[in-house]
């Protein structure tokens, strides 16, 4: 398949790789940023262009893989080629796409990407849409030349699974952060948590989330609790948080064992 990719993200990079390397031909970058669609082109043998005057029609497909605000202007302007035109996000409707072409789908990847980390595409779950059972299989077929895990969702579940991947993903990754910053506040390294991250994240794909959790909140320790708190005295914000998590813990607890 022709492919045409605009964007240059980490999204953009990870999936243009990955169907390169499934034999795709991807026929160019797009980004407003020309060393940036340089950068990614280079790698999958494509022009690049940061001109959306310049973007070559003659492609099978376009997967438009950019910052949410900035996907409707881009496939309205990429309409007028009348050829399938997908977005990567989770969180943006299919309807917004079909406001200007019927030939509109989604390839969403549920993963986190950085470019100079390198991801196994074919583990990565492919979340798929389209205008019409047509586009669909044709999106399934492309997904299955690069992951084996692929799913048909719809917007209104992709949108449930984006918000549960935040919860999952972006938040225990800022509370890594806080832990770092308070290890580093009394020289100490954030090494000595990563085992214990590992074991964590171990135990979750085995059983259930609820059926291994651990610490102070889940046991009701409230000796300990109030103890942490104290000594974030200093910064309101993370006492908060502390709190709300906690209460969340012990309230999913409570539902946990009600019937016990």
Sequence with gaps: MLITFIGSGNVATHMAAALKNAGHRIVQVYSPDFQHASMLAYHVGAQATNELHAIIPD????????KDDAIIELVKALAKH??????????TDLNSLLAFTDKAGVLYPLQTFSKSREVDFAAVPLCIEGANDDIKNQLEQLAYT????VYSINSADRKILHLAAVFACNFPNYLYTVAQQLLAEHQMKFDMLKPLILETAQKVQEQPPAAVQTGPAVRNDRV???????????????????????????????????DE
């Design 146 to 149: 690069i992951s084996k895990n």
């Design 59 to 66: 492609t099978d497909l376009f997967i438009v893989s950019v």
């Design 224 to 258: 300990t609790m109030d103890t942490h708190l104290q000594m974030l005295g200093h910064q309101p914000y993370l006492q908060e948080i502390y709190s709300l998590l906690s209460q969340g813990i012990i309230k999913n607890n409570n539902v946990g064992h009600e």
């Design 82 to 91: 009348q050829k399938l035109i997908v977005h990567t996000s989770g969180s």
